[in-house]
């Protein structure tokens, strides 16, 4: 009986501590969702030249990224790029997409921004990365660059002239752009039509390349100068940059983990779920989005950071 009237006793006890429980989680304030503290989770991107404020598929897209992250979803069309990095930095928007030295000039601006996707290629390519090429041998090295002639594209070139000259710079070797050896082509086409005839004996380039850093040269410039006729044995890459990965889809840092961790399964699996609404998202590059960090865009703050000291 005594047995008996102790299990009774705390069998009691759990019950009352349960109720006691459940009272006080009852009373206690609502703790804020991170969907509260935001309202409108606002989403920045750059008009398309000549297309206004409008936006191919919006209603779509809003629809798409609102039930990812069951809340409100707006879009804000920037005119330019500078427009959309002031809008990140100051927080009215949360999430913003850009190219890849737009990024490193908003990192660079506040150090509140990262990366969560960049986009991928058909073929495995996340990005490009310059190439130094030759023909029938007649620049033998990287050393010897100062005595011959070397075709680069315009100034404000990436892959063609940007990315060249800081990746060199990065590796100690200072080129200025105005180098009596380089000869400045009007375009990256120009370049390799000074190569093909014979006016320079190398000339900077670009190529595509995987995560790896194997190149896909399928396209790029040795593709393009063996479709011009070039007979592929005789031309030679001498100096290859580091990766400049696709531009990304970046957000605050400040950003709620669990909505950061939403987007990203949402992006990387939008290729295969809604091929649909990632053609509208992403036209340039069809091969979906891979997770993305800040690593990713060291040569792209290289190439911000030279020509930023090189304005001042």
Known sequence: MARRGKTAARQAVKVCAAALAAFGA??????ADW??????FRIGIVAERGGGNTIPGLARLTDAYANALGMKVEFVVARDYAALIEAQASGRVQYAAYSALAYATASERCGCV?????PVDADGAVGIR???????????????????RIAIAPAE?????LLPLAALSAEGVKIAQDSPFLARAASATAAETMLAGGEVDALFGWEPADAEGRPARSKGTVARLAAAGIPGASLRVLWTSGLLRYGPHAVRSDLDPEAKRRLT??????RSQTPEVYDLLEGAHSGGFAPAVRKDYAMALAIVRRETAGKE
């Open 35 to 40: 969907r509260d503290d935001i309202g409108t």
């Open 130 to 148: 310059s190439v130094l090429v030759t023909r029938d041998g007649r620049l033998p090295d990287l050393a010897a660059m100062a005595s011959h």
């Open 265 to 270: 399964v949402f992006l990387t699996n939008l």
């Open 114 to 118: 990262e990366p969560l996707v960049a």
């Open 157 to 161: 070139n990436v892959g063609g002239a």
């Open 26 to 31: 009852a009373s206690w304030p609502a703790r």
